[in-house]
């Protein structure tokens, strides 16, 4: 009989052309849109690289000041030239650069034409080094020999000013993938919704029609719960190989712990439509819209959309929310490998995070599914 | 005679509405029971606490002389309910979706196999197997929702209002079919607010209306409820005022009404109406289209007892 309803519950999903978009194709279409939108950005910014001319007649040749703008130039988004006050002065009115810079009693003043982002990030870049100048006169004191080596002090000091890095996919831009992964695992849960209101005699007449036959109705569900988990594990499988071969970004090279975590919030996105789905006698589209607004703001916190920096904010405010977010549970985990230093521990958390929320909505669905005698139907 | 349903002084509630109220019914082994009502009567209602699908307040259920409940597998594998919604995969085809229904019943797949080609067979879904219920006209929708609820060869059938909405062809095809079941051995429950479907294939009959048993019996029992004899039916010209009157004096006479084109005359019980009124339309030299008797329906039976019409 398990086999009987599997098999036939299987053709009705894969059949369904609702759930295949939502749940086969919708994030593959995100994933494409995203790669896009991110290349794009990338493209922009180096076709927009800043010029900017730095007047050397303060600096002496071997100047932290120096060392910073040579590392500087190595950036993608600037090309840093050395010359005179008024050559300079000259270029900037040409058009031929966008910003100078010059020097007086030590400090850095910026010259500039027009405001854009190109002179914001430098400014931002001096600002910070001044900040930093401090610290620099207090190695120069105990270890003066590591500030003057070139691949010293002013290569990490720049790294770290110019958070913006144009590499492909770098740390945070990786982070909107790992959300949309976790997006579409929890997407299962649109699945969940529709087995079960075909299991539910209040729900629809097919429930009923199971209702009254002699067949256990939790074991169809479990069967409905294989049926989703197997179909949306695939899912997950061709989307973590397509995001990473298909679009080239960059993920966790282990696709095995990927899966794992990644059928745990399948588990959870079935779970949670079961609840939902059963919890009420709501339209199914009601449902649907409501699941799906939840999830897209699980994925809003996790920082899916804007600046990744909100996440960090986000967690700050409502840590407790940042804890049982489950798009931000699968997404950590799938972070925890992304950067894995030989260390699972993050992992493991992430996991644990994401299995007891699957846990407690599998109870929950399981409470309902038990119900047998409906109020009205 | 062996009583398959026992029902006694079921009650059932929506919040503060009382949808069924003390009903009592029994339905005998062999026989095709008819609840009639209009819509809204709480037909749905009754069956769907039988089947134990509703919680209801107060009442006693037994069928097959257990008491149904939910968890009472033994009972349910001998009941088949046909709903009053089409109830079908959209995504499956014809073949499959009975096969589906009939395999939560029938475990072994080569009996399985049988019983979904005879319901096939009975249904006259032959041509259609491979169709997609979106593919299948109103009819046959029915007609695959009414052998989805039969397949695995129950002994006890529940159809509610199997025929609304299908043109009289497939009607008939459809109760040409539950008359065959019912000759295969099962016990028939039939619901509808069509009176000409219940008087055409129901032994025993119960009226319901707001929920309550207004009559009860077999048709031609029921039918002796009504104090009128006969209706005569005269298609002609609005007669006038005078010749009206000259009706009502008519022995006997319960009802005359013109209404589009028709002249209806209702007779109390009694004999020879016809010859009487024929003469008495010679006699005033009134000519008239057509001239036709009509027997009491279950229709004015309820119309009698509750003062409206049973359709609508
Ligand atoms: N879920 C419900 N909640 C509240 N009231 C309901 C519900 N279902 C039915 N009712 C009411 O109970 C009464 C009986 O309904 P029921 O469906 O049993 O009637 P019915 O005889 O089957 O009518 P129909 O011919 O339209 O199918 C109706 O007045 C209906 O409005
Ligand atoms: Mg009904």
Redesign the interface.
């Known amino acids: 009989?398990f086999w009987?309803?599997f098999k036939?519950k299987l053709?009705?999903?894969?059949?369904?052309k609702s759930c295949l978009f939502w749940v086969l194709i919708f994030p593959f279409i995100m994933a494409i849109l995203f790669n896009a939108a991110f290349s794009g950005l990338n493209a922009m910014k180096e076709s927009k690289s800043s010029k900017v001319a730095v007047v050397q007649d303060a600096l002496s040749e071997n100047s932290e000041w120096r060392m910073f703008f040579k590392e500087l130039d190595k950036h993608k988004s600037f090309e840093i030239s050395f010359t005179s006050a008024e050559d300079a002065r000259k270029k900037l009115d040409d058009g031929e650069v966008q910003s100078y810079i010059d020097f007086k009693d030590d400090k850095a003043h910026l010259f500039i034409k027009e405001n854009n982002i190109g002179q914001t990030l430098i400014k931002n870049a001096l600002d910070q080094y001044a900040e930093l100048n401090t610290t620099a006169a207090a190695i120069a004191q105990t270890s003066p020999e590591y500030l003057m080596r070139e691949d010293g002090f002013s290569k990490i000091m720049t790294e770290d000013f110019v958070k913006d890095d144009n590499t492909e996919h770098t740390d945070f831009t990786v982070n909107y993938f790992f959300t949309l992964m976790a997006m579409a695992a929890l997407y299962a849960s649109l699945i969940g919704i529709e087995l079960t209101k075909?299991n539910e005699?209040n729900l629809?007449?097919?429930g009923?029609?199971?209702?009254?036959?002699?067949?256990n109705k939790t074991m169809v569900m479990v069967a409905d719960l294989l049926v989703g988990f197997v179909v949306c594990s695939i899912q997950q499988l061709v989307l973590y190989f397509f995001i990473r071969f298909v679009l080239g970004v960059q993920m966790a090279a282990e696709p095995g712990w990927t899966l794992l975590i990644s059928m745990m919030g399948v588990l959870a996105g079935l779970s949670l439509g079961i609840f939902v789905g059963a919890s009420n006698k709501k339209s199914e589209g009601l449902k649907n819209g409501l699941l799906i607004s939840v999830i897209m703001l699980c994925c809003f916190f996790a920082g899916m959309m804007g600046d990744p920096i909100l996440r960090d904010k986000f967690e700050t405010m409502m840590p407790l929310f940042a804890k049982v977010n489950p798009i931000a549970a699968i997404a950590d985990g799938y972070y925890a490998l992304f950067a894995y230093n030989g260390d699972m521990e993050y992992y493991w958390q992430a996991f644990a995070r994401i299995a007891i929320f699957a846990g407690v909505m599998l109870v929950l669905s399981l409470v309902l599914s038990r119900r047998?005698?409906?109020?009205?139907? | 005679m062996e009583k398959i349903i026992e029902v006694e002084g079921l009650t059932k509630l929506?919040g503060k509405f009382k949808a069924v109220d003390d009903l009592s019914i029994y339905v005998e082994k062999g026989r095709i029971f008819g609840l009639l009502g209009p819509n809204g009567s709480g037909k749905s209602t009754t069956i769907?606490c039988i089947?134990?699908?509703?919680?209801y307040q107060k009442g006693e259920i037994k069928i097959f002389g257990e008491t149904m409940s939910?968890?009472n597998?033994?009972l349910?594998?001998k009941?088949g309910?046909v709903?009053?919604?089409?109830?079908?995969?959209n995504?499956?085809n014809v073949y499959?979706n009975i096969d589906?229904?009939c395999?939560?019943?029938i475990?072994d797949k080569e009996t399985r196999k049988k019983y979904v080609e005879d319901a096939i067979k009975l249904t006259a879904l032959q041509d259609f197997k491979k169709f997609r219920p979106k593919q299948l006209s109103g009819g046959l929708l029915r007609r695959l929702n009414i052998a989805?609820?039969i397949a695995h060869k129950p002994k006890l059938i529940f159809l509610d209002e199997p025929t609304v909405a299908v043109d009289p062809q497939s009607r008939n095809a459809i109760l040409e079919g539950i008359v065959k079941l019912n000759k295969a051995g099962a016990t028939i429950v039939y619901t509808s607010h069509y009176m000409e479907e219940v008087e055409q294939i129901c032994d025993r009959i119960v009226i319901l209306d707001k929920g309550k048993i207004i009559a009860k019996g077999t048709k031609e029992s029921l039918k002796e409820m009504t104090t009128m004899g006969e209706r005569i039916v005269i298609e002609m010209a609005k007669p006038d005022k005078k010749i009206m009157a000259e009706f009502e004096k008519m022995p006997n006479l319960l009802e005359a009404k013109y209404d589009d084109g028709k002249l209806a005359l209702t007779f109390a019980r009694g004999k020879e109406k016809l010859p009487s009124v024929i003469e008495f339309l010679k006699k005033n030299e009134l000519s008239y289209e057509r001239i036709f008797s009509e027997l009491p329906s279950l229709n004015d039976v309820f119309l009698e007892l509750t003062g409206k019409e049973l359709r609508d």
């Open positions: 009989m009987h309803v036939t053709k009705v999903l894969l059949w369904n075909n005699a629809s007449t097919k009923a029609r199971l209702s009254v036959s002699p067949t047998k005698r409906y109020d009205s139907i | 929506y769907n089947l134990s699908l509703l919680k939910p968890d597998y033994e349910k594998r009941i309910v709903f009053q919604d089409v109830a079908v995969f995504e499956l499959d589906y229904f395999g939560l019943y475990r989805c609820g």
